[in-house]
DNA sequence: AACGGCAGCGCC
DNA sequence: AAAGGGCGCTGCCGTT
């Protein structure tokens, strides 16, 4: 069951069920209150939504109190067919795919709406002024700030009529666009995998502005506590902490003269006049100088990037006074697939900050992270029949290195009563060797590992090799399910040609050799994602998704089935993705009271 | 004064 | 121990 939804004006809207070939199967029918009417067919039939932009639509019926099981995101999908045909970064909106479908003059995409100007009540796309100083701009941003961005989502329009879309036209873009997103998917040699990454790519757009309404539990007081601590008391305007204060004193101390350690180029050259030629001031270059500076030097740079990041700005800006944290998703933001956020860094929140991740009184967090995932999906993707059965338990790379020791015959003994197969430098080197052949790396000890890795693993070494060497002649590669990299850029092929071309040329096939690696892994924690999100029972949900790792928030008494849920979610992603395959994929689940405490 | 590139470092 | 892939965010600094 299937029904496209096109927004009208006031919070009314078009309703349109489609059989299965896409077609309606009856008239339109006209709602005044669109939130209501999804809220109610959503109970009867739970239909798969067919719309134009979750980001647009969704938000709305959350705030009314309405969650949908399915939907198809038409501008998410668009992305990705466009993607798949080569064709990147072209407008995504179904007035776009309508007007290359019609021939018409393309509209460029609205510019991004700012993140705290979420609509309150359904805004279609004729609420939009065509004049800017009809609406004057929330907040009250001054001329130049705010405004200019709702400037540019008008004046982008392009061809069509000045005001978008009424509700009729939209819904007759939304059928229109549909239908032809399901001819082209059906037209590629993946027609049975784009329509699951269409599918999984719109779960992925629902979980996100879920997380988004519901937010993630953080608790202001403690993460104040805690960088006060570590800094010292809040500062007044323009004032550095009390101990970034201090150490900065002492590292001008140190070089005899003042400098500021926020600069590079003034740290650069208090080394030189100290004697010593440094090519960076990074943690790790200075590390090795032996200099009386460096050990404040190091300190300092860790607590001012706590400081500038995740400092009293942030808490002000970003811990609301309800206790939760929400971050912008956005889903696909990354070429890889994998998500990107606006705002609040919240796919970095650094480790010592995990402390302020707090469950509600009587609730628990599962903390669920997939172990060791890309190369399980290297294994699962390559079908190589010695990688899978190494992926078939486990620790991945214990298995590995238990195989290299063989391979490296009596010279490399494994030392006894190691009970996971092999020896810790065994499995590290292991790490290193499958880490490099899927990052493109290969110097030092990886060259020989590598070496190990293409007899032993003859199809997933090849996988990996095959993905450089169509990246390093200008091809594109996909995903398991189609998601497709970017073609190189315009100026690409002539920088190859030219004198620094070899460089060039292996840095975009290191780019594709992980391309199909990260972007399959990404697609695979989206299945996960999505069956986690479809099985979870009502009062607990997904708060937090970072590549690999999954944060659920749930009454206490029902946090051992989400884990079983999630573990459950994982064996259903590979089967999704793979189908039948012998590798696993095990979570590393904890249920604790406290982000910090997981792992 | 505003903007953009870069350096640097946090996360996976 | 670092390197190899992908990001976001901040402050500095040169340019406009």
């Known amino acids: 069951m299937r029904v496209a939804v096109a927004v009208g004006p006031g919070g009314g809207g078009l309703l349109c069920p489609l059989g299965d070939d896409g077609m309606p199967t009856g008239p339109a029918e ?13 109970r009867a039939q739970a239909p798969r939504w067919i719309w134009a932009a979750t ?50 003059p393309v509209p460029a995409d609205p510019v991004a709406v700012p993140a705290d100007a979420q609509p309150t009540l359904f805004d279609d796309l004729s609420d939009v002024p065509a004049d800017p100083a009809d609406t004057p701009p929330p907040g009250g941003a001054e001329p130049g700030g705010r405004g200019d961005a709702v400037r540019g989502r008008v004046g982008a329009g392009g061809g069509g009529p000045a005001g978008g879309l009424g509700a009729a036209e939209e819904l007759a873009a939304v059928l229109a666009v549909y239908r032809e997103q399901a001819r082209r998917m059906a037209a590629t040699e993946h027609a049975d995998r784009l329509p699951l990454l269409a599918a999984a790519e719109s779960a992925g757009g629902l979980v996100a502005a879920e997380m988004r309404h519901g937010g993630l539990p953080w608790r202001a007081e403690v993460h104040d506590a805690l960088i006060s601590d570590l800094l010292g008391p809040r500062p007044g305007p323009g004032m550095r902490p009390r101990k970034l204060q201090v150490l ?70 970003w811990a609301e006074r309800d206790g939760r944290f929400r971050p912008e998703y956005v889903v696909g933001g990354v070429v890889s697939g994998r998500w990107a956020s606006n705002g609040g860094g919240a796919l970095q929140i650094p480790k010592v900050l995990r402390r302020a991740v707090v469950a509600d009184p009587g609730w628990k967090l599962v903390v669920a992270d997939a ?34 020791e063989q391979a490296g015959g009596p010279r490399a003994p494994a030392p006894h009563g190691t009970q996971d197969g092999g020896s810790r430098g065994g499995r590290d080197k292991a790490k290193i060797a499958l880490l490099s052949a899927m990052y493109g790396g290969g110097t030092g000890d990886a060259v020989q590992l590598l070496g190990v890795l293409r007899q032993r693993f003859p199809q997933a070494y090849g996988y990996v090799e095959a993905a450089a060497r169509d990246g390093e002649a200008g091809r594109l590669v996909r995903s398991r399910l189609g998601r497709t990299c970017p073609p190189p850029s315009p100026g690409w092929r002539d920088l190859v040609s030219g004198e620094r071309g070899a460089a060039a040329m292996r840095s975009r096939g290191r780019f594709t050799r992980n391309f199909v690696v990260q972007a399959t892994a990404a697609e695979w924690a989206l299945a996960l994602l999505a069956t986690i999100r479809t099985h979870l029972a009502d009062p607990a949900a997904v708060v937090f998704f970072q590549h690999d790792e999954v944060i659920v928030h749930t009454p206490a008494a029902a946090a051992e089935e989400v884990a079983g849920t999630i573990r459950a979610a994982a064996e259903e992603a590979g089967r999704l993705l793979f189908g039948r395959t012998q590798v696993v994929f095990p979570m590393e689940i904890a249920i604790v009271d406290c982000y910090a405490d997981a792992k």
Not at 30 to 42: G, S, T
Not at 90 to 102: C, D, M
Not at 373 to 391: C, I, K, M
């Open 248 to 317: 900065a004193d002492r590292i001008s101390a140190e070089f005899g003269r003042p400098v500021n350690p926020d600069s590079p180029a003034q740290l650069t050259k208090a080394f030189a006049a100290a004697g010593f030629s440094v090519p960076s001031t990074r943690a790790h270059v200075l590390r090795e100088v032996d200099h009386p500076a460096v050990p404040a030097l190091l300190e300092y740079k860790e607590l001012v990037r706590l400081w500038t990041a995740h400092g009293w700005s942030w808490l002000d800006a």
């Open 55 to 104: 980001t647009r639509l969704y938000p709305p019926l959350l705030a009314a109190g309405v969650r949908v099981a399915r939907c198809h995101d038409l501008e998410l999908v668009e992305s990705l067919l466009l993607a798949y045909q080569g064709r990147y970064g072209e407008p995504r909106s179904v007035r776009a795919a309508l007007a290359r479908l019609t021939g018409s």
């Open 371 to 404: 172990a060791q995932l890309e190369p399980r999906v290297l294994a699962a993707l390559a079908g190589d029949r010695a990688f899978a059965s190494a992926a078939a338990h486990g620790d991945l790379y214990a298995a590995l290195a238990h195989v290299f």
């Open 30 to 42: 006209e709602v005044a209150d669109l939130a209501k009417a999804i809220a109610a067919r959503e």
